[in-house]
């Protein structure tokens, strides 16, 4: 039994008030046809659109409608606080968790674009989903409310979720990378600094990386300046 032959007999009820409503009427109404009832859904809504409109006319009671209130993931005081005087928001890089950026690239670049608003954390998460886009924009929007109180709750949240390491360049990749045979000293360091730029969980200072460096200079390069020892990968080039 669908739904339009369960509330048959209640809407007989609702437009005739009792159970002596003449017979005519409620024969004539019982033979009133479904012309949606091979598909139920359909069907069901015929009957529940049937329903709001006898209440609507007989009784001026209107069906509840849902609506939908979006809350911040952060306190709602946060939006309350103001900007730094003359501030200006800027236009910030969009992360949308779909390219090759990194978390730790976005976070950082967006802590410099800032600015002055970056000296407290309820500036930052309150501005921080201006920097979103696409998937990344409907993560933060389906946070709960109040789950992010900190700056470093806000980062902690989005590294979980987005950060998978496959970004990230291990040493390996350091010292696996070579001078090709048509590439001059300075065009290899730069791509070596390329790669050291991925490495965000390696501290490594100026000396060991010019030494990982050398070690990948063309053999006839690293026999004329063997004797030579650099700083720096600048010292180097």
Request: aromatic share 12%; net charge negative.
């Amino acid at each position: 039994m669908n739904l339009g032959q369960q509330i048959g007999g209640q809407m007989v009820n609702l437009m005739f008030h009792g159970d002596r409503a003449p017979q005519r009427h409620v024969e004539a109404y019982q033979q009133v046809p479904d012309p949606l009832s091979p598909h139920r859904q359909d069907a069901d809504a015929y009957w529940a659109d049937k329903i709001a409109e006898v209440m609507r006319d007989q009784f001026g009671i209107k069906p509840k409608v849902n609506t939908y209130s979006y809350r911040t993931p952060y306190p709602p005081a946060y939006d309350l606080i103001p900007l730094p005087n003359r501030y200006k928001v800027p236009d910030f890089t969009k992360f949308s968790g779909q390219d090759d950026t990194s978390t730790m690239e976005h976070v950082n670049r967006f802590i410099i674009q800032c600015g002055e608003a970056a000296n407290r954390d309820e500036l930052m998460v309150r501005l921080f989903s201006s920097s979103l886009s696409g998937s990344a924009f409907t993560w933060f929007t389906s946070l709960p409310p109040n789950l992010v109180i900190t700056w470093a709750d806000l980062e902690k949240q989005l590294h979980k979720y987005f950060f998978f390491g496959v970004h990230e360049n291990k040493i390996t990749d350091l010292v696996r990378l070579k001078q090709r045979n048509d590439e001059s000293v300075e065009s290899f360091v730069q791509r070596l600094r390329e790669v050291k730029n991925k490495c965000y969980s390696l501290v490594l200072d100026d000396r060991p990386l010019a030494d990982l460096a050398f070690q990948g200079l063309l053999p006839h390069i690293k026999d004329k300046y063997a004797s030579q020892e650099f700083e720096s990968l600048s010292h180097l080039v």
